[in-house]
């Protein structure tokens, strides 16, 4: 295996992550080892400083490139109360997948203006509820959703039409979402239909198209050929020009050592040059990203309960695959650090497994650690996209917290759950 170095290792954590002199890790200014006592672990560590940078990057760079354009965050990403304020605070809009994203959205102060409604299986009550919060635009992806929408609305919507662009990237099968044969959206023959039909009904104002063709893509290509993709389709059938043209999310991050995605500029240069020249000018460019705005900032801290060694060498966790989903799900990897001991030449290879009832919740095999004992503390970075969604009580697993740490201060914005949480649904 490659001899890696403990610089190599904190360059995946937010930017600013160091060690003390005696090795502690130190993330946005705290402690990782005072955090895990205050806290408990596992624990979900935001460096919330440098979300607000990562916010703020992608809508200069946007405005910058596209005047007027508007970053929207995929909330399913993230999707807790503080990070919707957060949002909010920084003048982005949310994507909201669903009448609970909705009601968290609302809660976390986000203008529902600047909400987009998206789902492929959106109920009356989900469309009822956005249409009645003011949602800004929904995201039309089955006929259904039109039928819905023309018995239900009672005062004007904007709607966009998602359309499936045929335009895959590279990246898991599980989260491609662009091909001809993905459950998202309509082929162009049936979003014509659906906008024609929409921009037919007295209430409904058509304001453009959608598409989001995957997730995790690591290079910038893929997207401005989707923009081509879709102004040939659009021309195709003679629908245009739009007010609006929301390109979606999918800008990979960088997970690992060899990861090497297309950095915000290089993907905001190639979106914004297919945009002007294949998109009408005038029109609004919305972007959705979710997993690029929030992976980086969040790392998680797991305290170490067995090291076993029998075939493999095992050091295994108070956490994995009901905090991480996207190892067994997908097969992610992530790197891992010690805590409070820098990596160096005497490391060895392990697999860091979770505590879970399943072969398959192995959170980092092959992992390089230093010497790692009963009680020492691990961190895992760049957890910030969907690990907190995809959070389950898988073996009685009590959700973990999620703690904002900035220049050396900290708070907790969801606590832990309890065991009476556990059972707080139980009527019998
Ligand atoms: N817009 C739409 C319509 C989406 O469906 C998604 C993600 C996004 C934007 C944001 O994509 P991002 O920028 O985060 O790549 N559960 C998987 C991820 C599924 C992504 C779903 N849609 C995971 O754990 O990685």
Redesign the pocket.
Known sequence: MQMRTDADLLSLFAPGTGRDDDGGLRIAGCRVDDLAATYGTPLLLVDEGHLRATVRAWQAGLEVRLPGARVTF?S??FPCTAIYRLMAEEGVGV?V?GGGELAQAIAGGVDPARMIL?GNAKSDAEIGAAHAAGVGLVVIDNLDDLDRLERLVVHEQGVLVRITPGVEGDTHA??S?GGLDAK?GLPIDQAAVALRRAAAHPLLRVDGV?I?I???ILEAAPFAASVRTLADLLAGEELGPFAVYDL????GVRYTYDDAPAGLDAYLDALADAARTLLPSGARVLL?????LVARSAATIYRVVTHKRTGRDFVAIDGGMADN??VA??G?RFEVAHATRPLAADATVCDVVGRHCESGDRLVEDALLPETLVGDLLAVPVTG??CF??ANNYNGALRLPVVFARDGEHRAVVRRETHADLMARDLA
């Open positions: 995929a399913k990403a994507d997948a998206h599980s989260i979402t998202f959608h989001h995957g997730s995790q979606g999310g999918g800008l959705e990203p979710g997993r690029a989903l996207e799900l997908f992610q996209a969907y969604t995809m």
